[in-house]
C-alpha cells in the first residue's frame, strides 16, 4: 500500500501525559500537512511542511503542540501535557505541490482521560 | 467565523434517489472546491472538485453544481447506493489549504 499511513491509529493517554504521532506519506511527495478533525465537524488545519521547512502554522497549534519533519520523509506530532479538550483524530496529509491534491490518511483518534 | 457553510448536517435518501448536499462560502479568493466522502475510521478522500470557471462537473453519478455569483455549490448524488452511506464534507481552497465545511452524514437506505 503506497497510501499515507498514521501510527498510532488510536492512543488513549490519561490529561498531562505527552503523545506523539507519526505520519509517513506518499513516497514522492514533499508537502506535508497536519488537521484536527473533532466530532461532527470538518478537519482544522494545524501545519504544513515543504521537505523539512516547516512553513505555516495555525494558531490552533498551541505552545504544547510540536511537529517535525526531520528528514523531509516521515513526520511526527507531538502533544506535551496532553488536556481533554486535545482529544480528536489527527489526520495527515500530503501532496506533490503546493496546489496539488492532498491524499489523506486514516488518522490517529486521541482519547485524553 | 465559519467560511465554507454546509447543509444539511444529515441525510437520509431511499435506494436509487437522489441526495443533494449544499455548501456556501464567503471568500472571494476561494478557487478550487473539493469534496470529499469519509467513511468512519478512515481519512477523507477526494470524491469530485471544480474550478469556478465551470458551472456544472459530473463524473459518474456525482455532480458538482457552482453559482458563482451566489458563492453556492452543491454535490447531487444520482441513483444513491447503500455504499454511498458516508460523511460528506465541501471544501474550498484559495491557496493550498483547504477549509473545510462540517460535513453531512448520509445514509442510504436499501
Known amino acids: 500500500d503506497t497510501g499515507v499511513s498514521q501510527d498510532p491509529r488510536h492512543k488513549i493517554t490519561k490529561r498531562g501525559q505527552n503523545v506523539t504521532f507519526r505520519c509517513d506519506p506518499i513516497?514522492?511527495?514533499?508537502?506535508l500537512y497536519w488537521y484536527r478533525q473533532t466530532l461532527g465537524q470538518g478537519p482544522e488545519f494545524l501545519t504544513y511542511f515543504q521537505n523539512e521547512a516547516q512553513l505555516e502554522k495555525s494558531r490552533l497549534l498551541s505552545d504544547r503542540f510540536s511537529a517535525e519533519r526531520p528528514k523531509g520523509s516521515f513526520s511526527t506530532l507531538e502533544i506535551q501535557r496532553t488536556e481533554q479538550g486535545d482529544s480528536a483524530m489527527y489526520l495527515c496529509?500530503?501532496?506533490?505541490?503546493?496546489?496539488?491534491?492532498?491524499?489523506f490518511g486514516p488518522g490517529t483518534r486521541l482519547t485524553v482521560t | 467565523q465559519q467560511q465554507v457553510k454546509q447543509s444539511p448536517q444529515s441525510l437520509i435518501v431511499q435506494k436509487g434517489g437522489i441526495s443533494i448536499i449544499n455548501c456556501a462560502y464567503e471568500?472571494?479568493?476561494?478557487?478550487?472546491f473539493p469534496w470529499y466522502q469519509q467513511f468512519p475510521g478512515k481519512g477523507p478522500a477526494l470524491l469530485i472538485a471544480i474550478r469556478p470557471d465551470v458551472s456544472e462537473k459530473k463524473e459518474g453519478r456525482f455532480t458538482i453544481s457552482f453559482n458563482k455569483s451566489a458563492k453556492q455549490f452543491s454535490l447531487h448524488i444520482m441513483d444513491s447506493q447503500p455504499g454511498d452511506s458516508a460523511t460528506y464534507f465541501c471544501a474550498a481552497r484559495g491557496s493550498y489549504i483547504p477549509t473545510f465545511g462540517r460535513g453531512t452524514s448520509l445514509i442510504v437506505h436499501p
Open positions: 496529509a500530503s501532496s506533490s505541490t503546493s496546489v496539488g491534491e492532498q491524499y
Open positions: 513516497s514522492e511527495h514533499n508537502r
Open positions: 471568500n472571494t479568493a476561494f478557487d478550487y
